[in-house]
C-alpha cells in the first residue's frame, strides 16, 4: 500500500512539476507570476528594501539559484556587483548569461543615459547606461511578453497557458495603464531633484522636470560642495521636491530640503521597498499617491 501510494505520489509530482524561476528584484517576481501562473514557482533575491546594486551574499541564495530551472535578471548591469559570485557558487551551468535558462530583460528596454565615456574607477555604477527601467510601468508589458516567450521555450507543454496568462495579463495591464496615465497627467512640468538616478523613467515617462541628481555621478556620495550646487541651483529654479529612495542615508536630502525649502519624498523602487506596495499596481499606485497629490 505504502509503495502503490509512493508511486502515485511520484507520478502526481512529476505530472505537475513547476518551473522553479529565480528572479533578482521583486518587480520580476511579480511578472513571471502573472504569466507563469500555476505552472512556476518563483523565488526573488534581493530584499527590496535594500540597495538593488548590492545585494548582501547569503547560502540561502546560492540555494535557490542551484535548484532553479530559470533565472530572470534585470541587466544594465544592475547585478553585476553581486549576482556574479553568487552564480559561481551555486554551480548551475543552466543560468549562465547565453544559456537556456538565463534571461536578461534589458535587452526589450531602450536605455537612458548611456555614459559617452565609461569608468568604473570614477565610481560609475551605471555603464551601460540606467539600469532603473522598471519604474516606468509602460516597460511592465514588453518584460511580461519576452517572459512568456522564454517560459514556452523552456516548458512547451504548457505554451498555451503561458500566451493565455500573457494576454489576460496585458488586458488588465493596459486599462490600467490608461488610467494611471490620466492620474499623472496631474504632476506634469512638477519640478523635482532626486537623489540617485532610480526615478528617471518615470520622470520622464510623466514630464516632470528633473533639475538632476544629488549625487554626481551614479554611486559617488555627494561633497559638500556637489551639495551647495544642488541647494543653489533649487533656489534658483525654484524645486521643491526631492525624491530620496528607501535604501541611502536620508541626512544630506534633509539638509538640501532645509537649506532650500523643499521637500522629501521617499519613494519607492520595487515592488515591497516600502508598506503596502506588495504588488505591482500597489506599488506604482503608491509613487502616483507620493508624488502627485
Ligand atoms: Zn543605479
Given at each position: ?5 509512493f ?8 505530472l ?7 528572479t533578482?528584484?521583486?518587480y520580476l517576481?511579480?511578472i513571471v ?5 500555476e ?23 546560492i540555494t ?13 548591469q544592475?547585478?553585476?556587483g ?5 552564480l559561481?557558487?551555486?554551480q548551475?551551468?543552466e543560468?549562465?548569461?547565453?544559456a ?5 530583460v ?13 569608468s ?9 547606461g540606467n539600469?532603473?527601467f ?7 508589458g514588453?518584460?511580461?511578453k519576452?517572459?512568456?516567450?522564454k ?11 503561458y500566451?493565455?496568462?500573457?494576454a ?6 493596459n486599462?490600467y495603464?490608461?488610467q494611471y496615465d490620466?492620474?499623472?497627467g496631474?504632476?506634469?512640468?512638477k ?14 515617462r510623466?514630464?516632470?522636470?528633473l533639475y538632476?541628481?544629488i549625487?554626481?555621478?551614479p554611486?559617488?556620495?555627494?561633497s ?5 550646487k ?24 534633509q ?12 519613494v519607492?523602487h520595487d ?9 505591482l499596481k500597489s506599488?506604482y499606485?503608491t ?7
Amino acid at each position: 500500500m505504502k509503495k502503490i501510494l509512493f508511486i502515485t505520489l511520484l507520478a502526481t509530482v512529476s505530472l505537475f512539476a513547476k518551473v522553479n524561476v529565480v528572479t533578482t528584484y521583486a518587480y520580476l517576481g511579480e511578472i513571471v507570476k502573472e504569466v507563469g501562473g500555476e505552472n512556476v514557482k518563483v523565488d526573488v533575491l534581493a530584499d527590496p528594501t535594500f540597495d538593488p546594486h548590492f545585494v548582501v551574499p547569503k547560502p540561502s541564495l546560492i540555494t535557490k539559484l542551484r535548484r532553479a530551472d530559470l533565472l530572470v535578471v534585470n541587466g544594465g548591469q544592475l547585478e553585476i556587483g553581486w549576482l556574479p559570485p553568487l552564480l559561481r557558487g551555486a554551480q548551475n551551468g543552466e543560468l549562465n548569461a547565453g544559456a537556456k535558462g538565463f534571461l536578461d530583460v534589458s535587452g526589450v528596454i531602450t536605455m537612458l543615459n548611456k555614459p559617452a565615456v565609461v569608468s568604473r574607477a570614477l565610481g560609475d555604477v551605471h555603464p551601460d547606461g540606467n539600469p532603473h527601467f522598471a519604474l516606468d510601468p509602460h516597460n511592465v508589458g514588453v518584460i511580461a511578453k519576452l517572459i512568456t516567450k522564454k517560459l514556452s521555450l523552456l516548458d512547451g507543454e504548457n505554451s498555451a497557458a503561458y500566451e493565455k496568462n500573457l494576454a489576460l495579463f496585458l488586458e488588465e495591464w493596459n486599462q490600467y495603464l490608461k488610467q494611471y496615465d490620466t492620474k499623472m497627467g496631474a504632476c506634469k512640468g512638477k519640478k523635482v531633484v532626486q537623489y540617485h538616478e532610480l526615478f528617471t523613467y518615470f520622470l520622464k515617462r510623466y514630464e516632470f522636470e528633473l533639475y538632476g541628481n544629488i549625487e554626481p555621478l551614479p554611486g559617488i556620495t555627494p561633497s559638500s560642495k556637489s551639495i551647495l550646487k544642488t541647494v543653489n541651483l533649487m533656489k534658483e529654479k525654484n524645486v521643491k521636491t526631492i525624491l530620496q529612495d528607501v535604501y541611502h542615508e536620508k541626512k544630506t536630502a534633509q539638509f538640501i530640503a532645509q537649506k532650500s525649502g523643499a521637500d522629501v519624498i521617499i519613494v519607492p523602487h520595487d515592488v515591497g521597498s516600502v508598506e503596502g506596495t506588495d504588488t505591482l499596481k500597489s506599488f506604482y499606485n503608491t509613487i502616483e499617491m507620493r508624488l502627485c497629490r
